[in-house]
């Protein structure tokens, strides 16, 4: 095993029988911090930046964090206060199915292109495709981003793993102008008429339709506004948000047909609440 010694304080570098190189500094409780590279220069870059660290006081002894113990954190300090709550638990039911079963025991310092490599290929032998795969790796690159501003590792090995190519997807034509006014009479009457005409005439998005309300529409000058989206939250079932971002909460201009089959609409709904009052 080659060791080169530097300055008292400063740490050593040192080649390990299986090639890897190993970038050693003293914490001041007494314990080492050890950082894992494949070359000498990486471990050099990797011994600089974790003295810097070192006099900021940010450097931590992170030697024996599994991948498991780092992303539960990530999760719940990093995550969880900054996302909405479908958003945290998307994120943790990807990991939990995902990402702990095979990588969740590895030392984070230790983690390797090569197996998050292999988990890929993994999730590609069971069946799912390449989309999964590109969700997975954009998450996993994420949190091991954050891992290294936090000084919990010094490289992302997401950067230089290949992800597998996500076919081109064929674009659903539109319908065309004969084809929506043959599917807007064969509406006509139907108890979702009013869902139909809107969803052909605003170009709204299915869970922004299904989570209207009468106080989000002014018929009299024939304005929609858009403020809320109904969407599926992983074990919880359906859940109502306001939409986050400026560009989603727009108003809409009706069409001429949408006022009059949502006036139609809310007749039909005022007769059958005033029939169920007096039954």
């Not at 702990?100 to 090569?114: A, C, D, E, I, S």
């Not at 690159?141 to 081109?168: E, K, S």
């Not at 869970?207 to 992983?234: F, I």
């Not at 306001?242 to 039909?268: F, M, N, W, Y």
């Amino acid at each position: 095993m080659h060791m080169s010694h530097r300055a008292r304080g400063e740490g050593s570098i040192y080649q390990r029988k299986d090639g890897r190189w190993v970038a050693a500094v003293s914490l001041e409780n007494g314990k080492r911090k050890q950082i894992y590279r494949h070359t000498k220069p990486e471990a050099v870059l990797a011994l600089q930046l974790a003295n810097q660290a070192k006099l900021q006081g940010t450097l931590t002894s992170t030697r024996d964090e599994t991948v498991e113990v780092f992303l539960r954190d990530w999760l719940q300090y990093r995550i969880q206060p900054r996302v909405r709550e479908r958003t945290y638990l998307t994120y943790q039911d990807i990991i939990t199915k995902h990402i702990f079963p095979t990588l969740g025991h590895v030392k984070l310092q230790q983690l390797t292109p090569l197996h998050v490599q292999k988990l890929y290929q993994l999730k590609l032998h069971e069946g799912y495709s390449p989309q999964t795969i590109h969700q997975l790796h954009k998450l996993l690159r994420h949190a091991l981003n954050d891992a290294v501003q936090l000084n919990h590792l010094f490289r992302n090995v997401c950067q230089v793993v290949q992800v597998p190519r996500v076919p081109l997807t064929q674009e659903v034509p539109p319908l065309t102008a004969q084809q929506a006014r043959q599917f807007l009479a064969a509406a006509q009457g139907d108890p979702f008429e009013a869902l139909y005409v809107l969803a052909l005439t605003t170009g709204m998005r299915q869970g922004e339709l299904l989570a209207l309300a009468w106080t989000d529409l002014d018929l009299t000058v024939g304005k929609l506004q858009v403020r809320r989206a109904l969407n599926r939250v992983p074990h919880k079932g359906i859940a109502m948000a306001e939409l986050k971002s400026t560009s989603s909460r727009r108003c809409i201009q009706l069409t001429p047909l949408a006022i009059d089959v949502l006036k139609g609409h809310h007749l039909r709904q005022e007769e059958a609440r005033w029939t169920a009052g007096t039954a």
